[in-house]
């Protein structure tokens, strides 16, 4: 592990050699090459999916295994939306003269080389590597085993441009031992890594946030919330809360409860439970959700638990400061919704709430770097520190001064 990672940072080195139009160049022959192998691509995703079958994995993680030509496309569309952004590298952020005339400028650079821990997608691996790439770092990643074919496969596919382009593969990688010992290596090679981020579940995201030495920018659970106001608009309000549920209930933006004001509860329970109905959904609710529609009680535990299955849970609340004070005990800083057609109390709730992402009427599935305009994401960070909600381009770099003098002393 210590001689992969001494090979993956020097060739950090090399990346700083290259201009913006260069990394653009061969991310386009990356989406290019992506397409052209999707028939590769698809026959180890197959065998993937084949152990997922054999090893009754859950369905929630089968979705998000699973690749056709369409989400192979989707991954080469992404890369060229990553080719597209501006060069995040070498921007001067701020300049100014101090009273010693020196000339000082705050300039982004990469942030060096960056361990990725993902499990099941395998989008990831080309979003990340792409992401890595336009920002002048070095990736190194470590899938989900019930990926590992996949993963290989991409990652073949990325490092084969590459390599044609006369840059070393180490740029782009999996690390050598994907077992539970070497990820415990990796997140302790301060030496060598400049930052850990972790995507999977919660007990990933404990272990990694508990025994690393790097640096770490987590993804905490996806416990998102939508509470529908007295001055909601009724239909939007329904077709919001299904889209936040349904629409892909095994990923981290989607909602685990929904809220509903006492003031509008017996009138919009029934239409919200026929609807739900309809799309096979889970209900759970408390005793007041109870007594205008027919659900099992939910549970303090059940409202702590991230679902990313076709459950969720009500609660009725006395207006928008109880739901405020629901989202503080159970919510995750991920993302929370409104919907309400009254400004002030739309307001009271964004400002109340401290999340990485707060909406007003609209889905919670819209926190994610391609429906943010950053084209793809490394993971979505609840972190307040250094980079924060959908984590993209801009994430992926620190800043240095660069000091300009004229011969002073001090």
Same mark, same amino acid.
């Given at each position: 592990?210590?001689?992969?990672?001494?090979?993956?940072?020097?060739?950090?080195?090399?990346?700083?050699?290259?201009?913006?139009?260069?990394?653009?160049?061969?991310?386009?022959?990356?989406?290019?090459?992506?397409?052209?192998?999707?028939?590769?691509?698809?026959?180890?995703?197959?065998?993937?999916?084949?152990?997922?079958?054999?090893?009754?994995?859950?369905?929630?993680?089968?979705?998000?295994?699973?690749?056709?030509?369409?989400?192979?496309?989707?991954?080469?569309?992404?890369?060229?939306?990553?080719?597209?952004?501006?060069?995040?590298?070498?921007?001067?952020?701020?300049?100014?003269? &101090?009273?010693?005339?020196?000339?000082?400028?705050?300039?982004?650079?990469?942030?060096?080389?960056?361990?990725?821990?993902?499990?099941?997608?395998?989008?990831?691996?080309?979003?990340?590597?792409?992401?890595?790439?336009?920002?002048?770092?070095?990736?190194?990643?470590?899938?989900?085993?019930?990926?590992?074919?996949?993963?290989?496969?991409?990652?073949?596919?990325?490092?084969?441009?590459?390599?044609?382009?006369?840059?070393?593969?180490?740029?782009?990688?999996?690390?050598?031992?994907?077992? +539970?010992?070497?990820?415990?290596?990796?997140?302790?090679?301060?030496?060598?890594?400049?930052?850990?981020?972790?995507?999977?579940?919660?007990?990933?995201?404990?272990?990694?946030?508990?025994?690393?030495?790097?640096?770490?920018?987590?993804?905490?659970?996806?416990?998102?919330?939508?509470?529908?106001?007295?001055?909601?608009?009724?239909?939007?309000?329904?077709?919001?809360?299904?889209?936040?549920?349904?629409? +892909?209930?095994?990923?981290?933006?989607?909602?685990?409860?929904?809220?509903?004001?006492?003031?509008?509860?017996?009138?919009?329970?029934?239409?919200?439970?026929?609807?739900?109905?309809?799309?096979?959904?889970?209900?759970?609710?408390?005793? +007041?959700?109870?007594?205008?529609?027919?659900?099992?009680?939910?549970?303090?535990?059940?409202?702590?638990?991230?679902?990313?299955?076709?459950?969720?849970?009500?609660?009725?609340?006395?207006?928008?400061?109880?739901?405020?004070?629901?989202?503080?005990?159970?919510?995750?800083?991920?993302?929370?919704?409104?919907?309400?057609?009254?400004? &002030? &109390?739309?307001?009271?709730?964004?400002?109340?709430?401290?999340?990485?992402?707060?909406?007003?009427?609209?889905?919670?599935?819209? &926190?994610?770097?391609?429906?943010?305009?950053?084209?793809?994401?490394?993971?979505?960070?609840?972190?307040?520190?250094?980079?924060?909600?959908?984590?993209?381009?801009?994430?992926?770099?620190?800043?240095?001064?660069?000091?300009?003098?004229?011969?002073?002393?001090?």
């Amino acid at each position: 592990m210590e001689a992969f990672l001494q090979e993956a940072k020097a060739s950090s080195r090399i990346l700083s050699t290259l201009s913006g139009a260069d990394k653009n160049k061969i991310l386009k022959e990356m989406a290019t090459a992506l397409r052209v192998n999707t028939m590769d691509i698809l026959k180890a995703n197959a065998l993937d999916m084949q152990d997922a079958e054999a090893n009754d994995l859950a369905a929630s993680l089968k979705d998000r295994l699973f690749l056709d030509a369409s989400r192979v496309d989707g991954m080469a569309v992404a890369i060229e939306e990553i080719a597209a952004l501006k060069e995040p590298v070498g921007r001067v952020l701020d300049g100014w003269v &101090t009273e010693d005339g020196l000339k000082i400028e705050k300039v982004s650079v990469p942030i060096g080389v960056i361990g990725i821990i993902f499990e099941s997608r395998p989008n990831v691996t080309s979003d990340t590597a792409a992401l890595s790439f336009k920002s002048s770092n070095v990736c190194v990643l470590k899938g989900g085993k019930e990926a590992q074919n996949s993963n290989e496969a991409i990652a073949k596919v990325l490092q084969k441009v590459l390599k044609e382009n006369d840059l070393p593969e180490a740029l782009i990688s999996l690390i050598p031992d994907a077992s +539970r010992e070497g990820v415990a290596k990796l997140i302790k090679m301060d030496k060598y890594v400049d930052l850990i981020v972790p995507r999977g579940g919660e007990g990933l995201i404990r272990y990694v946030s508990d025994n690393a030495t790097v640096p770490v920018v987590k993804h905490d659970k996806g416990q998102c919330h939508t509470y529908i106001d007295e001055d909601a608009n009724v239909q939007n309000a329904i077709a919001i809360a299904i889209n936040a549920k349904v629409q +892909r209930p095994g990923v981290c933006n989607s909602m685990e409860t929904l809220l509903v004001d006492v003031a509008i509860a017996a009138e919009v329970l029934p239409q919200l439970k026929e609807a739900f109905d309809a799309a096979h959904t889970e209900l759970k609710g408390c005793e +007041r959700t109870q007594e205008s529609i027919d659900v099992d009680r939910a549970t303090d535990a059940d409202y702590d638990t991230e679902y990313l299955a076709n459950i969720l849970n009500l609660r009725v609340v006395d207006g928008v400061n109880e739901a405020i004070d629901h989202i503080v005990r159970f919510g995750s800083g991920h993302s929370e919704a409104i919907i309400t057609e009254n400004i &002030t &109390t739309a307001e009271i709730f964004l400002n109340g709430i401290d999340a990485a992402a707060v909406y007003v009427n609209a889905s919670t599935r819209f &926190t994610d770097g391609g429906a943010f305009g950053f084209g793809a994401e490394v993971g979505i960070s609840t972190n307040k520190l250094h980079a924060r909600g959908p984590m993209g381009i801009e994430g992926l770099t620190t800043y240095k001064f660069k000091v300009y003098g004229s011969g002073q002393i001090r």
